[in-house]
């Protein structure tokens, strides 16, 4: 390139004294038409997490160009060619509903790229399209962003991606005594949902059920939330919203196992109709549960997905993910999700995906001796502690309240009430919905059979 530029490129990049970290940029403008700018990058080992630094540095910088040709990837792995792509794509990435939006110009990408590499373009443009899509669903308002509304965007993603869709609305809802799901949705004028969909392989050996929580609007119910906790509350759906995306996905990635999405969707308002704390519900496979806070919600509409997953479908292995509890934000901060997992193996693979994908994950323990706490008098269980047990660990004991509708099937738990949601623009994240989960998941889903 020095040759066709007529410019000493390694000189400049010695003048700005470039050291080649992850993510450094180093412009050099030039007086021809194309190209207008050369950008150097710096990819460091050119890792699989240093590539995408660099990828996201890079799409970050050039929101506002046409077009970008990189030979940056020339010689990288296909794992970090696609880390790269990834990086690039999710950091241009914007949502708005303003009348007069300000669009990201960036139209084209071209790569340069060693053997293999194509394989892993592919890959990484369908796994960006999915977080995209997960991003753009969490980020609606809930205005127009019903259950039915959740749904039908489901549908047209099964349509397009070969994945059979199938809706329950709030009769077929009531007719199958799915109770924890009709009384969180109870308290709305917008009835709940839920929402199965399914992918299914010739040959597959595994059958994994994946399962997102998908509140539309998150109030609290009657025991309401303050106003300035219900702001960010359209995107109590992120969980929902990573199923219905990574569903999108599958057929593009060539996944091999059978995989059913289940996205139980309501809305949780306060009404005349609505849940009461001291009500006993009876969720699907039976089991009752005594209701202490409505605004503990996420957990009702999940536990009959669960139940239903455990009776119905006869998973290999179930995974969940939901923005569940305030207290795993607590712990570990608004950038790892909490990982609960009832199989070491299960929580490996997992770790491994997440950091392969880019999203940071940490193990949390199921502590057997805080299970006591969800004992009730009068019910088989309660969806909060018993305030008289002084147990703290609320993200622990919501997941110990899940787990007893799992079967004692293989199951994992992740509670993503933390990176679901950014209040800033940072590398490949972008402020407001992350589309967290997404990439752990397919990268996870592309090693099974």
Same mark, same amino acid.
């Given at each position: 390139m020095s040759a066709r530029l007529g410019i000493d490129l390694g000189a400049h990049l010695v003048r700005e004294k470039a050291k080649g970290q992850p993510g450094e940029l180093i412009a050099l403008p030039l007086a021809q038409e194309q190209p207008r700018l050369v950008l150097f990058v710096g990819i460091g080992t050119a890792s699989v997490e240093d590539m995408r630094t660099a990828g996201a540095a890079l799409g970050r910088r050039c929101?506002?160009?046409? &077009?970008?040709?990189?030979?940056?990837?020339?010689? $990288? =792995?296909?794992? #970090?060619?696609?880390?790269?792509? =990834?990086?690039? !794509?999710?950091?241009?990435?914007?949502? &708005?509903? %303003? &009348?007069?939006?300000?669009?990201?110009?960036?139209?084209?990408?071209?790569?340069?790229?060693?053997?293999?590499?194509?394989? @892993? !373009?592919?890959? $990484? +443009?369908?796994? *960006?399209? /999915?977080?995209?899509? /997960? +991003?753009?669903?969490?980020?609606?308002?809930?205005?127009?962003? &019903?259950?039915?509304?959740? #749904?039908?965007? $489901?549908?047209?993603?099964?349509?397009?991606?070969?994945?059979?869709? %199938?809706?329950?609305? =709030? %009769? @077929?809802?009531? $007719?199958? %005594?799915?109770?924890?799901?009709? *009384?969180?949705?109870?308290g709305s004028t917008r009835p709940p949902r839920l929402i199965e969909l399914s992918w299914r392989p010739k040959g597959a050996r595994t059958h994994v059920v994946l399962v997102g929580k998908g509140i539309t609007f998150d109030s609290g119910g009657l025991s309401i939330k303050p106003a300035d906790g219900m702001t960010a509350m359209k995107t109590d759906m992120a969980g929902g919203a990573a199923v219905i995306a990574v569903m999108g996905a599958l057929g593009a990635l060539g996944v091999r196992a059978r995989v059913t999405g289940l996205v139980p969707a309501a809305e949780n308002m306060p009404s005349g109709s609505a849940l009461r704390p001291g009500d006993v519900i009876r969720h699907y496979g039976g089991r009752t549960v005594e209701v202490l806070n409505t605004d503990a919600e996420g957990r009702l509409v999940l536990a009959d997905a669960l139940a239903y997953a455990d009776s119905k479908l006869r998973p290999d292995v179930m995974i969940d993910l939901a923005t569940l509890t305030g207290a795993a934000t607590v712990g570990l901060g608004r950038i790892h999700g909490a990982l609960y997992a009832t199989e070491d193996l299960l929580a490996g693979e997992l770790i491994a995906a997440a950091h392969v994908g880019g999203e940071a994950i940490w193990r949390m323990p199921l502590v057997e001796d805080y299970r006591a706490s969800l004992d009730s008098a009068v019910a088989d269980l309660r969806n909060i502690s018993d305030p008289r047990a002084h147990v703290s660990g609320g993200s622990i004991t919501a997941a110990l309240f899940l787990r007893e509708f799992t079967g004692g099937r293989r199951w994992a738990h992740l509670d993503i009430a933390g990176p679901a949601r950014a209040d800033k623009d940072d590398g490949q994240t972008t402020r407001g919905a992350t589309g967290y989960g997404v990439r752990l998941l397919l990268r996870w889903l592309e090693t099974l059979d």
């Open positions: 929101r506002d160009v046409t &077009s970008v040709a990189t030979t940056a990837c020339i010689n $990288a =792995e296909p794992a #970090a060619l696609r880390a790269f792509i =990834e990086g690039l !794509l999710l950091s241009t990435y914007s949502f &708005s509903v %303003k &009348s007069d939006p300000k669009p990201i110009v960036l139209e084209r990408v071209d790569v340069d790229y060693r053997d293999g590499g194509a394989d @892993a !373009l592919d890959r $990484a +443009r369908a796994t *960006a399209r /999915a977080v995209r899509l /997960a +991003r753009d669903l969490t980020n609606t308002p809930s205005l127009g962003k &019903s259950p039915a509304w959740l #749904a039908d965007r $489901a549908a047209e993603v099964g349509l397009a991606a070969d994945v059979q869709v %199938k809706v329950r609305d =709030e %009769k @077929a809802l009531v $007719a199958e %005594k799915f109770g924890g799901i009709t *009384a969180v949705g109870a």
